[in-house]
C-alpha cells in the first residue's frame, strides 16, 4: 500500500504543474484542489491499515551513486501525521481560493501559488515516509522554499519581503544543524539509511548525546521553539492567513515528527534527555504564552501562540521519554499520546483561527486589535467559530485541546515516577501547564473581546461581512472537528494508538485511558447541558428591553473610550516585566499652559529579537540594509527560486527513475 | 441517601453561607444585619424582573451568566460538599474542577467586555491577571495532597493527615493557607475584592456583573454563592477530622466547619481593608509560595518514611 502513497507524488506534481499552465486562476485552483483531493484519498487509503496498528510498509530501490539506495518506510508515526497534513492542506487551499480573490480581481496570477501549496503536500509525503537521509532532506528542504515563497505571496511590500528573509535564513540555520548531524551519523555508519543509523543510535556512545542535541536544535528551529521563534511571528503576520494556518498547524509539525521518528530510531533514552526536552518544553509554553498576552497583531499573537503549543507538546514528549527511561510504561504512553494528540487538536483549532483572522482582515483590512471592535453583530459566523477555536485553544472543556492537556496532566500529576523529588518536579511542570492555561485564557478573552465584542473603535475601517463560502467551509469543517474531538476523543486516540503501539514498553494507550473514560463522560454531560443552556438562550430575550450600557453615571461614553489591548494587558505584563520588556515613546507636555500636544506611546518587544539584533551589532539597521540588498524586483528571486526548486527536482529524478 | 444529602446541602449551604457572612459583618458593624436567607428572597426578587439588554450586547452577552451558573454547579458536584462521596468522583477530577472554572469565568469575562464598557473591561482584565497566579496555586497544592495521599481524586486527596515526623502537617498548613487565599480571590473577597464598595474603579468582579440585570443577574449571584460554598466545603473536607467516612459526625462536622469558614471571611472582612490593587498579586504569590511549599514537603515526606 506504500505504491499507494507514493502515487499521491506525481497526481500532486501533475497538478503544480497544470496550476502553473492555466491562465485562469480558477483551472489553477481546480486544478490544485483536485489532485490534493485525489492523493489524499490515496494517502488516506494507503495509511488506514497503519494507525490500526498495522506492520510497517516499506519499499526501496537502487539509485546511481552517491545516493545508493532509496527506501521508504512508512510506519504509524509517519501514517498518523500523513493521515491529517493532506486533508488539512486541502482545506487551505480551499479557504485560498476564496481569500486571494480580491487579488485575483485585480489581475494577480494565482498559478504559482496553488503549485506552492501542492509542494507542500510533495514535501509532506516525502518527509513522513523517508527512510533515507537524502530523500529526508529533499523533503525538509522543499518544505522550506515553498514556504517561503507562499509567504511573499505579497512581495511589494518591504517588510513582508523582510519577514520571508528573515524566515529562510532562519529555517537554513536550522538546515545547516540538521546536515552537520546526519553527516556525523554518516561519517559513523557510511550509509544513509535510518535503519543504520539506529543500529548506530542504540548503542550508548559519546555522539550519541552530541546527535540528539544536535537534531533537537534543528527540529526545535523547525517547529519554533523558544529561543528560536523570532522568525514566526514575522513570518505568520506577513503571510497570507491560509499561509500562517498551514505553516503553524501543519508544516511546522515536521520538526516535532522528525523529533519523534529519531527517538524512535535512537531507542531508549536517557535521563537526562527526558528532563532536556521537558524544560525545553516548558521553556517555550511559559514565554510563548507570555509573548500572547501583548500582542496587539491578531496572526501574531497566533503566531506566539504557535510556540506555546508546540512547547505542551513537547511537555507531554518529555513525560514519555522520562517514563521510558524509567521504566515506567503509563507514563511514557500518556507522554507520548497527550503530546501527538495535542499536536493533532492544534492543527484543527490554530488553522481554524489563523482562517478566522483571515476572514476580519479581509472584511476591514486590519488584524490590529487596538482598531478593531465589535465585529460579532456585522460577522456573526465568523465570530462564533473564532471563539470556538479560541476556547479550544485555551484548553477549556468540552472542546478538543482540553482532553490533550488532560492526558499530559494526568501523566505529570501520576505521581508515579520513580522518587520523590522526580515527583515534585512533575508537579511543578503540571503547575507551569495551569499558569500557561490561564494566561492563553487571558489572551483568548483579550483577543476574541476586542475584536469582536463592543463597539467598532475605528470608523474609517471598511465595513466588510463575513466571508464567502469557500473560505467558510473549511473553517466549519475545522470546528466541527475540534468539537468532535472533544466530545469524541477516541477519534484522535484512535490515530495516535498505532504510534503508541510502536514504544516497545509493556503498556498500551486504552490501558492508560481507562482511569480518564469518567473524566471524558463528565465532560460530555457538562458539554450536553451547556448545549441545553444555548439552546434556551439563543431564543430567550431576544425581544427583550434594550438600553444603552450602564455607563456609571457618566452619559458622553464613545467607542474611543472602551478597553484598550495594552490596558487590557497592563497589569499582567507589569507583574511579568522582567520576560516582557516594555518600550516607551513619549513626548509628555511640561509648560503649565501646554502649546505643543504630547503623544505617549508603549509597545512590547520580543526580548529575544531585540538581543539578538543588538549581538548582530547595528540593530534592525542592519537587517534591513541585508534586505534591501535583495533585487529591487523580487519577481526575479521569486521566479528564480522556482525554477531552482524544478531543475534540482528534474535532476534528481531524471538521473535515477526506475522504471 | 448521600447523593440526595449533597444536593439538599447544594441547595441550602451557599444560601446560608454568604447569610452568614453578612451577619458576621454586620454584628462586627454593631448592626443587626439581614436575615440569614435574604439571597433566597432576593433571588425571588430578581425572578420577576425582567431583564434589560445593552444594545452593544451579543448572544454571548444572556449565554453567560447561565454557563456559570452551571460550571459552578459542575465544580460543586466534584467537590466532598459534606468531607466525603461528592456527587461524582473519579481519578483527576480536581483538574476537570479547574479548567470548568475556568470555562465559566471565561464566558463572564466575555460577557463583561460585551457590553463596551470601560469599567467593566478594568474589571475583567484584573479577574484574568489574578486568575493566571491563581490556577498555579491550585495546581501546586491539590498535586502536593495527591502525592501525599497516593490518589488521584479530590474527595480523597481532601482527607487531613497530621504527621508532624514525616512532614505532612506541613503539607497541611501549607495547603489551607493557599485554599483559604484562592477562596478569597475567586469569590471576590476581601482583601483582594471589596462585594460592597460602591466605586466601579476599584472593583473586580462585582463590576463584571453591573449590566445583567433580572434573572441574568441571579444566576451569577448564585453561581458566586455555589463557588463559595464549594471553597468553603473543600476547605472544611481539610479541616475535618472525620473526613473520609461517610457519618452523620463527618457530614455534621463539614457543616459546622463551612460555616465555621464563612465566620472568618466575614471576620477578616471587618477587620482588614482592602488591599491596593497593585498589591494583590502580591497577596496571591503568598498562596503560591505556601502551595511550592507543600509540593516540596512532600519530597521531604516520601524520603522520611521508611
Known amino acids: 500500500m506504500l505504491i499507494s502513497v507514493l502515487l499521491s507524488l506525481p497526481v500532486l506534481l501533475c497538478g503544480a504543474a497544470l496550476a502553473l499552465a492555466f491562465r485562469s486562476n480558477r483551472a489553477a485552483a481546480a486544478a490544485a484542489i483536485s489532485t490534493q483531493l485525489v492523493s489524499a484519498v490515496f494517502v488516506l487509503r494507503g495509511v488506514a491499515g497503519l494507525v490500526h496498528g498495522g506492520p510497517a510498509l516499506e519499499l526501496s530501490w537502487p539509485w546511481p551513486l552517491p545516493i545508493g539506495r532509496i527506501a521508504f518506510r512508512l510506519d504509524a508515526l509517519g501514517g498518523f501525521f500523513l493521515s491529517w497534513s493532506l486533508p488539512m492542506t486541502l482545506l487551505g487551499t480551499v479557504y485560498a481560493s476564496g481569500y486571494l480573490h480580491s487579488y485575483f480581481a485585480k489581475g494577480r496570477h494565482g498559478g504559482p501559488h496553488y503549485a506552492l501549496l501542492n509542494l507542500i503536500s510533495v514535501s509532506f509525503v516525502l518527509i513522513y515516509s523517508a527512510q533515507n537521509a537524502l530523500v529526508f532532506l529533499l523533503g525538509w528542504e522543499i518544505a522550506a522554499v515553498a514556504a517561503w515563497l507562499l509567504v511573499i505571496w505579497d512581495y511589494q511590500n518591504q517588510k513582508i519581503r523582510f519577514a520571508g528573509f528573515n524566515y529562510l535564513v532562519s529555517t537554513h540555520v536550522g538546515l545547516f544543524v540538521l546536515v552537520a548531524a546526519f553527516m556525523l551519523l554518516h561519517s559513523r555508519t557510511k550509509s544513509m539509511d535510518f535503519a543504520d543509523f539506529s543500529r548506530f543510535l542504540a548503542q550508548p556512545s559519546p555522539a550519541r548525546g552530541t546527535i540528539f542535541l544536535l537534531l533537537g536544535t534543528s527540529f526545535a528551529l523547525k517547529s519554533a521553539f523558544f529561543p528560536f521563534h523570532t522568525w ?6 506577513a503571510a497570507p492567513a491560509h499561509v500562517s494556518a498551514l505553516m503553524s498547524g501543519v508544516i511546522h509539525k515536521a520538526g516535532l515528527f522528525a523529533f519523534l521518528r529519531f527517538t524512535l530510531l535512537m531507542g531508549r533514552p536517557e535521563e537526562w534527555m527526558g528532563f532536556t526536552v521537558l524544560a525545553f518544553g516548558a521553556l517555550s509554553a511559559f514565554f510563548g504564552v507570555l509573548y500572547t498576552s501583548t500582542q496587539r497583531d491578531i496572526k501574531r499573537l497566533l503566531g506566539y501562540s504557535s510556540t506555546e503549543n508546540v512547547g505542551i507538546a513537547a511537555m507531554g514528549f518529555g513525560l514519555g521519554y522520562l517514563g521510558w527511561a524509567w521504566d515506567v510504561p503509563t507514563l511514557a504512553v500518556c507522554g507520548f499520546a497527550g503530546g501527538l494528540l495535542h499536536l493533532l487538536n492544534h492543527a484543527f483549532f490554530k488553522c481554524l483561527l489563523f482562517y478566522a483572522a483571515g476572514a476580519v482582515y479581509r472584511a476591514t483590512h486590519t488584524v490590529d486589535l487596538e482598531r478593531l471592535g465589535g465585529l460579532a453583530k456585522r460577522m456573526p459566523l465568523t465570530a462564533t467559530l473564532f471563539l470556538v477555536g479560541g476556547l479550544a485553544l485555551s484548553g477549556l472543556p468540552p472542546l478538543n485541546g482540553f482532553i490533550s492537556e488532560v492526558l499530559i496532566y494526568s501523566g505529570l500529576l501520576s505521581g508515579s515516577a520513580p522518587s520523590a523529588s522526580n515527583n515534585v518536579a512533575l508537579v511543578a511542570a503540571a503547575a507551569l501547564l495551569a499558569f500557561v492555561g490561564a494566561v492563553s485564557a487571558l489572551s483568548t478573552t483579550r483577543a476574541f473581546g476586542l475584536v469582536f465584542l463592543g463597539n467598532p473603535r475605528d470608523p474609517s475601517l471598511p465595513a466588510g461581512g463575513d466571508p464567502p463560502l469557500s473560505m467558510l467551509s473549511p473553517m466549519v469543517l475545522l470546528c466541527a472537528g475540534a468539537v468532535l474531538l472533544g466530545l469524541a476523543p477516541e477519534v484522535g486516540l484512535a490515530l495516535v494508538r498505532g504510534t503508541t503501539a510502536l514504544l516497545p514498553v509493556h503498556s498500551s494507550l486504552p490501558e492508560v485511558l481507562r482511569p480518564l473514560s469518567a473524566l471524558i463522560w463528565a465532560t460530555r454531560a457538562l458539554a450536553a447541558t451547556l448545549g441545553l443552556v444555548l439552546l434556551a438562550r439563543f431564543w430567550q430575550g431576544r425581544s427583550a428591553r434594550r438600553a444603552a450600557t450602564w455607563g456609571c453615571g457618566y452619559t458622553a461614553a464613545s467607542p474611543r473610550m472602551q478597553y484598550t489591548g495594552s490596558s487590557f494587558s497592563a497589569q499582567f505584563a507589569q507583574i511579568f516585566e522582567a520576560f516582557l520588556p516594555a518600550v516607551w515613546r513619549k513626548r509628555l507636555p511640561d509648560e503649565i499652559f501646554p502649546q505643543r500636544s504630547g503623544h505617549l506611546a508603549s509597545h512590547h518587544h520580543d526580548a529575544v529579537e531585540r538581543r ?16 534591501s540588498r535583495i533585487p529591487e524586483q523580487p519577481r526575479f528571486a521569486f ?4 525554477v531552482a526548486l524544478f531543475v534540482i527536482g528534474a535532476l534528481v529524478f531524471g538521473t535515477g527513475w526506475p522504471w | 441517601m448521600a447523593f440526595i444529602s449533597n444536593l439538599l446541602a447544594l441547595l441550602v449551604m451557599p444560601f446560608f453561607l454568604l447569610g452568614l457572612v453578612n451577619r458576621v459583618k454586620s454584628l462586627w458593624a454593631g448592626r443587626r444585619g439581614p436575615p ?46 459534606l468531607g466525603s462521596r461528592p456527587l461524582l468522583a473519579f481519578p483527576f477530577d480536581f483538574v476537570w474542577f479547574a479548567y470548568v472554572w475556568a470555562l465559566g469565568r471565561v464566558l463572564l469575562m466575555l460577557a463583561g467586555l460585551d457590553t463596551g464598557s470601560s469599567f467593566e473591561g478594568m474589571g475583567v482584565a484584573r479577574e484574568a491577571t489574578f486568575s493566571t497566579l491563581l490556577e498555579p496555586a491550585l495546581f501546586l497544592v491539590t498535586g502536593a495532597l495527591c ?13 487531613p493527615e497530621l504527621g508532624v515526623r514525616d512532614g505532612s502537617l506541613l503539607i497541611w498548613l501549607c495547603s489551607v493557607t493557599t485554599l483559604f487565599i484562592v477562596l478569597q480571590v475567586e469569590t471576590a473577597r476581601m482583601p483582594v475584592d471589596d462585594p460592597t464598595t460602591h466605586l466601579e474603579l476599584t472593583m473586580v468582579h462585582e463590576v463584571m456583573a453591573l449590566d445583567h440585570s433580572g434573572p441574568d443577574l441571579l444566576a451569577i449571584q448564585l453561581g458566586s454563592a455555589i463557588k463559595f460554598y464549594v471553597g468553603a466545603s473543600a476547605l472544611a473536607t481539610l479541616l475535618n477530622p472525620w473526613a473520609g467516612t461517610w457519618s452523620a459526625v463527618s457530614v455534621v462536622a463539614n457543616c459546622t466547619l463551612s460555616s465555621l ?23 496571591i504569590a503568598v498562596g503560591l509560595t505556601s502551595g511550592a511549599v507543600a509540593l516540596l514537603a512532600t519530597a521531604w515526606r516520601t524520603a522520611g518514611a521508611p
Not at chain 2, 147 to 153: I, Y
Not at chain 2, 263 to 281: D, N, Y
Request: charged share 15%; glycine share 6%.
Open chain 1, 612 to 627: 539578538m539584533f543588538e549581538v548582530l551589532g547595528q540593530g534592525e539597521d542592519f537587517v534591513t540594509q541585508t534586505s
Open chain 2, 36 to 81: 440569614l436567607f435574604q439571597l433566597a428572597y432576593d433571588a425571588l426578587r430578581l425572578l420577576r424582573k425582567i431583564p434589560v439588554y445593552s444594545t452593544t450586547t451579543t448572544l454571548l452577552f444572556r449565554l453567560a451568566p447561565w454557563v456559570f451558573l452551571v460550571t459552578a454547579c459542575g465544580s460543586a458536584a466534584v467537590t466532598p460538599l
Open chain 2, 261 to 283: 469558614v464563612a465566620v472568618i471571611v466575614g471576620t477578616v472582612e471587618s477587620l482588614i481593608a482592602r488591599l491596593k490593587l497593585r498589591s494583590v498579586p502580591k497577596y
Open chain 1, 639 to 642: 521566479a528564480a527560486g522556482l
Open chain 1, 232 to 237: 514566526l511571528p514575522r513570518a505568520h503576520s
Open chain 2, 147 to 159: 502525592l501525599r495521599s497516593g490518589t488521584h481524586s479530590l474527595s480523597r486527596a481532601l482527607v
